[in-house]
Each structure stands twice: as C-alpha cells, then as structure tokens.
C-alpha cells in the first residue's frame, strides 16, 4: 500500500487558463474526498464520492470546478478558467467507509 | 454548524519540554476528532483519534489527547518534545458516519528551540 498519490505536486498556470489535478486513492478505498488548503488555514472541504457517486459538494466548488471519480477508482478535479484566488494546496484523502481519513501530499497550484 | 478553534497561532517550546496544544469544537452530535500533522508543503498525517471511550487516546510519536466533553475541548500533548516534532497540527472534528468530511481549526505552528 502506498498511500494517497496526488500529481502533479506542483502547478504553476496562467490566469484563464484550466488545470486538471489527479488524486490516487488507498486502493481498497471506497470513498475519496477533496479538500482546499489556503496559506494560514486549515483545510476546507470541497467535495466527496462514494465509488463513483459525488454525493456532497460544497458552496466552495464554484461553476469552475468539476470533480470525477469515473470507476471509483481515481479521481480528477479540474478547474476552469483559473484565477488568482485559486492559487492553493488542493488535498486529496481516502477513506474505507465512515472511518478515518488518509491524505496524500497535495498539489500546490500558483495561477499568475 | 460544526467548527474548531486552535486558540493558539504559535507556540514555541524548548526541545525536551511538556507541549500541550489546545483545540475547542462545537458540534452538534457526537463528535469524531482528530489531530493531524503537516509539515511544510506536505499533506497531513494522522496523529490520533477519538470517538468513545477512554477519554485519554494516545497516537503516533508519543502524542496523546483527552477528550474533555465538559469544556468541548480535545487537547493534544507531549511530555518531551524532539527537535523533529517541528510542523503545524492541526485539530479536526467530524460526523462519525462520514469522518472524512471533515472541518479543520487553522492549525497552530510549534517551533521547537535547540
């Protein structure tokens, strides 16, 4: 098992421009959560699925945002038509059930 | 709603001292809580947890926190701090049937002095 794996680790992107992050899970996994993370702040919940479902997504994940998890496996969370207040760590975790969760290493996105 | 407050920004300690951070919640039902640790430009790891039970969890690296429900309050704790206990903790309180939705405080940073 080697945990949570989230590329790319870094993403520096124009404004305007749309990215695309890649989070792994725990392979035995079935529910995978999103999570942003801006300078001097604890992380903030964005959106989870169960298998493929996203069964719960926050006021933060505006229009911009889309999440997947097309097998319940991996999942891609891509923002549009990026801005500056966009620029975060986003951070991935997995978790069996309703127990604890696990996090990967993030991605850091820096939109100049 | 459900938040957490680290009353702490930053605390300093000299290595081998006691360390205690402080975490306060609200929550409306039972709650699910955690610390968890993150070291620079790293995600965060899982120290401990609490559900039921002993109100005294211990963890990895010889952390442990009490769960005081009393004061809303889940405390973490060291007795000797090393030099590598160095990074921001975070606390972090959750729906027991979905503790992976979490709601995180804004972490306090520990510096820990040669």
């Known amino acids: 098992d080697t945990g949570v794996s989230q590329n790319p680790r870094h993403k520096i992107t124009k404004r305007g421009q749309n990215v695309t992050f890649r989070c792994d899970p725990i392979?035995?996994?079935?529910?995978l959560y999103w999570y942003r993370q801006t300078l001097g702040q604890g992380p903030e919940f964005l959106t989870y699925f169960q298998n493929e479902a996203q069964l719960e997504k926050s006021r933060l994940l505006s229009d911009r945002f889309s999440a997947e998890r097309p097998k319940g496996s991996f999942s891609t969370l891509e923002i549009q038509r990026t801005e500056q207040g966009d620029s975060a760590m986003y951070l991935c975790?997995?978790?069996?059930?309703?127990?604890?969760?696990?996090f990967g290493q993030g991605t850091r996105l820096t939109v100049v | 709603a459900q938040s957490v407050t680290q009353p702490d920004i930053h605390i300093t300690v000299s290595e081998g001292a006691s360390l205690e951070l402080r975490c306060n919640y609200s929550y409306g039902a039972t709650p699910y809580l955690f610390w968890y640790v993150q070291s620079p430009g790293q995600g965060l790891q899982l120290l401990l947890k609490y559900f039921s039970g002993d109100t005294l969890v211990q963890g990895i690296k010889g952390f442990e926190a009490e769960f005081k429900r009393s004061q809303s309050s889940f405390n973490l704790r060291k007795p000797s701090v090393h030099w590598s206990d160095a990074a921001e903790y975070f606390c972090a309180v959750g729906p027991y049937r979905n503790a992976g939705k979490s709601t995180f405080g804004d972490g306090t940073t520990l510096t820990v002095k040669p």
């Open positions: 975790a997995s978790s069996q059930d309703s127990s604890e969760a696990f």
């Open positions: 392979s035995e996994h079935n529910r």
